[in-house]
């Protein structure tokens, strides 16, 4: 039977493009959202059509990326929401998240945004320091923060996420560990941390290449990541993936859960190599076989839902999907590799490995678990009667040379 899936909603628009971003946003187009939410409904309800056919059950975490979610209105939010509601079997207790800007919320918006559904939050703070947030372009501070996540749990919110960045040009030490010190008198239940990537095509890819932006010190970044581990575990939180915390509840701690409650269960569904849709512009998805992504632009992927009379394709591609691929065992197991070990408690149970791809971890890849554990990048344990495999805290911080060794 399939497992219950996820839902990824992209909303392409941002106020203002930052500098280091390479997501799939766009600034200046607000005027478009209504014609855009209208098509992102006809792709909702497209896809919902043709569940009846397949053996999918119910969804059970929907997320709002982008971009900036939080500029849609509380009536475009209702009225995705209610689309949702009638497209697909919604769980219960389904996780719902939208990430937003700390300044681009109020207490109107908040109230309306969890009567429509919305569970969590994801606030993209960065850094709490003021000289960090001008250089990244960022239009909020500190006490924009502040103001946010106080505002989120007077409208009920109490899943709250905040994302940050280390690894900045001339970034210290020093101030990194004040942007997480200051962060955790903030309570969130859950904190993202990524280290800054210089993406080519990007103004700081552009800068960094011309001499213009210093590129963040390897070794500086290491140590960041490795106090972050350490501070964190010594201040309630659990590192149930790579760059993910989340705070750790008595109940969690009676049952030694290796995802807390607080996880995102949605990235979850990614990691675990399990199914699900990816909707709007730029969305990629994983259903019924298929890896497929939509059109970039917010003008094509409107155009694509609007006039196409395309209806042959295969479940679930939509006329929005500008590539889809028809993924080999092959594929799936190199795609399982890589996400899955991201998961640094859970691992690679081989149980579960064998289940879905009929052999064993150690007869798929025998030299290269060899090395990995010979070199400390991974390490063995039994846990419920099988041999689980899962990244060492060297192999965390040098996690893409164990993925490259999975790789077709």
Not at 51 to 80: A, H, K
Request: one cysteine or more.
């Amino acid at each position: 039977m399939t497992p219950p899936t996820s839902i990824y909603l992209h909303i392409p628009f941002c106020k203002h493009r930052c500098a280091y971003c390479d997501f799939n946003t766009y600034a200046g187009q607000e005027a478009m959202i209504p014609a855009y939410v209208e098509a992102l409904i006809k792709e909702i309800e497209w896809l919902g059509k043709r569940l009846p056919f397949t053996n999918y059950q119910s969804t059970q975490t929907i997320f709002f990326g982008g971009g900036t979610p939080s500029l849609l209105s509380e009536s475009q939010f209702d009225s995705v929401m209610s689309a949702l509601s009638s497209a697909f079997t919604l769980s219960a207790s389904a996780e719902v998240t939208i990430e937003a800007n700390p300044g681009t919320i109020s207490p109107e918006k908040l109230d309306a945004i969890r009567k429509a559904g919305i569970n969590r939050i994801s606030f993209g703070v960065q850094s709490t320091v003021t000289e960090e947030l001008q250089m990244l372009e960022r239009s909020h501070d500190f006490f924009t923060v502040i103001d946010a996540v106080t505002t989120a749990r007077k409208a009920g919110f109490d899943n709250l996420n905040l994302d940050l960045i280390y690894a900045l040009p001339e970034q210290t030490l020093q101030s990194w560990q004040t942007t997480v010190k200051r962060i955790l008198e903030l309570e969130p239940e859950h904190i993202s941390a990524y280290a800054l990537t210089l993406e080519h095509g990007t103004p700081f890819g552009r800068w960094s290449q011309r001499g213009l932006l210093p590129i963040p010190d390897p070794d500086l970044a290491a140590d960041m990541y490795e106090w972050t581990m350490d501070y964190l575990a010594t201040s309630g939180y659990t590192q149930y993936e790579i760059s993910n915390w989340a705070k750790q509840s008595a109940e969690d701690r009676r049952l030694k859960a290796e995802a807390p409650a607080f996880a995102c269960h949605h990235n979850i569904q990614y990691w675990r190599s399990l199914p699900y849709f990816g909707l709007g512009a730029g969305a990629h998805g994983y259903a019924g076989g298929y890896r497929y992504s939509n059109a970039l632009r917010i003008k094509t992927y409107i155009d694509r839902l609007t006039n196409s009379e395309i209806s042959n394709l295969p479940f679930p591609i939509s006329p929005a999907a500008v590539n889809h691929h028809k993924q080999t065992q092959q594929d799936d197991i190199s795609d399982y590799m890589i996400n899955n070990l991201r998961l640094v408690n859970a691992g690679i149970a081989d149980s579960d490995f064998r289940s879905r791809f009929g052999a064993g971890l150690l007869e798929i890849f025998p030299k290269e678990i060899d090395e990995l554990i010979r070199t400390g990048l991974l390490e063995k344990k039994t846990s419920d009667g099988s041999e689980v495999f899962r990244l060492t805290k060297r192999g965390r911080l040098l996690g893409n040379q164990v993925f490259m060794r999975f790789v077709n």
